[in-house]
């Protein structure tokens, strides 16, 4: 079983993760183990002081070694010596599928979640075996990304998720984006389904879902293309979009 240990001063932001969905579903399964660890329980002071001022000056407050240390030691202890002690911060490697299946696969997770202007690189550079970034915009800490890295990585252990097909067909599994989806009805407020998915020709169907995958990469996220991994339809859909590779994007509505 996949055992996560998440070390944070807001235990019960990561809590509340666990009260429903997937990764809560797994949890009663039996499939995964998550436990929030206060990191103030790591703390010898009457004040559980986890933070201090930087050496050297500048803003904010850093995330002392000690309660760091001695909850990792404590959840080696516990569990055995971890697969990889992930901190999430800024600084790190944008989270990817790939790096999501490579976790999957592992026996032991402890994820770190950074606070303030981030924590003594003695920590790093001691227990750290990947530093992890979900992208580049400013967050408060490193606990919402802890939680996106545990959702990525839970739904790919197997028996979470109950239809295999939908996880092997993943679109950041080949490297595409996803066709647009419809439900019924088949009209909605005068708005109807394309033609093409009611029509039950299922080739024409296949070339139209494919069409329309290619070209929502090319116009959204063009670096993924070239590297994607393309089926026999979405080659032939390329090669008809590439004689149209000056078409406009569609206009939306804001
Ligand atoms: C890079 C900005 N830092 C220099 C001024 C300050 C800083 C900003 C935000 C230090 C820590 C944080 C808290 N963010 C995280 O801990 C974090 C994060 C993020 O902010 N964005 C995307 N991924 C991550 S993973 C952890």
Redesign the pocket.
Known sequence: MLTIDVVTIFPAMVEAVLVDGVVARARTKGLVDVQARDLRDYTDDKHRVVDDVPFGGGPGMVLKPEPLFRAVEAITAERGTPSAVVL?????KPLTHAMAARFSGMERLVLL??????IDERVTDAFVTDE???????????EL?ALVLMDAVVRLVPGVVGDESSVAGDSFVRGLLDHPQYTRPAVFRDRAVPDVLVSGHHGEIERWRARQRVERTRDRRPELLDAADLTSEERAARELLEGDASASPKRRRS
């Open positions: 999430l911060t800024p600084q790190g979640c950074g606070r303030y202007e981030g992890v970034s979900i992208g580049d915009y400013v967050l408060t800490g490193g990304p």
